[in-house]
């Protein structure tokens, strides 16, 4: 079975602090996604990889940024949290279908 | 740019009713298509897939849908719903070239009536 693994499943942060979420899948699929996702809005992609160090821009890229250093690992950075960053965040990885993660929820005070 | 429509935000229907959720797609090839079902509080769960071939397509749980090229939708149907089916249901587009972004729809949130 495709595993894919977020870090935490709940996180709280303060205001203006750098946030990682990490991302491993264990199927070694090319193209990895982060999404959010919101009431009535559904799931909105904020980056996604289709290689090593390899990155572009989803729908809701601003105030975000990506690493993928190992094809495995697919990381999300917050540089400086913020109240409407407060949501939950959906890790993907995908050869045909996309295969996703529990989910972060994250929570910025 | 690849986008998908889900009109309806919440559906209610009765137990051992028939479903259908709809989905258009905008996207100028051939679209790969899903759709995913996420029950409250768990992960997201592929139900069918589209890519080619036949356009009448079987899932999991006794779901179906159809990809209608001419009306760019990819409707999800089950003939008799259970309980078990209320869940928060999402249609996908994908174009899959080697790098390939997935875009989802708003969801539909669908209750059961006893």
């Known amino acids: 079975d495709v595993k894919v693994t977020q870090s935490s499943r709940y996180l709280v942060k303060r205001t203006g602090e750098k946030v990682f979420l990490e991302c491993v899948q264990d199927m070694d699929h090319e193209n990895m996604f982060w999404y959010r996702q919101d009431p009535g809005l559904g799931l909105r992609l904020i980056y996604f990889s289709y290689d090593v160090k390899m990155k572009e821009k989803g729908d809701i890229p601003e105030g975000y940024s990506v690493s993928r250093e190992k094809k495995e690992r697919f990381s999300l950075i917050l540089e400086s949290a913020s109240t409407n960053q407060t949501s939950m965040y959906l890790c993907?990885?995908?050869?045909?279908?996309?295969?996703f993660g529990q989910g972060t929820r994250l929570t910025v005070v | 740019a690849q986008s998908v429509t889900q009109p309806d935000i919440h559906i209610t229907v009765s137990e051992g009713a028939s479903l259908e959720l709809r989905c258009n797609y905008s996207?100028?090839?051939?679209?790969?298509l899903f759709w995913y079902v996420q029950s409250p509080g768990q992960g997201l769960q592929l139900l069918l897939k589209y890519f080619s071939g036949d356009t009448l397509v079987q899932g999991i749980k006794g779901f179906e849908a159809e990809f209608k090229r001419s009306q760019s939708s990819f409707n999800l149907r089950k003939p008799s719903v259970h309980w078990s089916d209320a869940a928060e249901y999402f249609c996908a587009v994908a174009s899959y070239s080697s790098a390939s972004k997935i875009i989802f729809g708003s969801g539909t949130r669908l209750s059961i009536r006893p």
């Open positions: 993907a990885s995908s050869s045909t279908e996309a295969f």
């Open positions: 996207y100028g090839a051939t679209p790969y």
